[in-house]
């Protein structure tokens, strides 16, 4: 088999599109949730907090001189990256928790028997016969 037909048979199948699927819409759904964070869940923290804005953090490692910029560590936005991966791995298990509990519900509900098969049916037909006989 090919290395091109090999690669068609693997992009054409459901599970790569339902993957880049759901990699579009994760992707769109951490810009939203980092929106969220940045824009209303940091400002209220930030009050709390005395005015202090996570993203202006930062350390000065070396102060800048002529053409040279400064060398600064930026734990302010290490910090709001955390509180979003955290949001967001939150929501996340929200959403997988919710479809879990529907999953099991509906594993719970009760099944209807299964419709006997054709065999089944003749058996207990010849059954039914033979007991009439006696």
């Known amino acids: 088999m090919s290395m091109i037909k090999e690669f068609k048979e693997f992009a054409i199948k459901g599970n790569v599109i339902d ?13 939203i949730v980092s929106s969220f964070v940045a824009d209303v869940i940091m400002p ?6 005395g005015g202090v804005d996570f993203s202006g953090l930062a350390l000065t490692v070396k102060q800048a001189a002529g053409d040279m910029p400064a060398v600064v560590i930026n ?12 949001i967001i791995a939150f929501s996340i298990f929200m959403v997988v928790k919710s479809i879990n509990s529907m999953k099991k519900k509906e594993e719970e ?17 010849i059954r039914d016969l033979l007991k009439e006989q006696k």
């Open 44 to 49: 209220p923290i930030g009050v709390l907090l």
């Open 19 to 31: 993957m880049a699927v759901g990699i579009i819409i994760g992707a769109a759904f951490g810009k």
């Open 109 to 125: 509900a009760p099944k209807p028997p299964p419709e006997p098969s054709k065999e089944e049916v003749l058996l207990t037909e």
């Open 75 to 86: 734990y302010g936005i290490f910090i709001q990256t955390l509180v979003d991966f955290t």
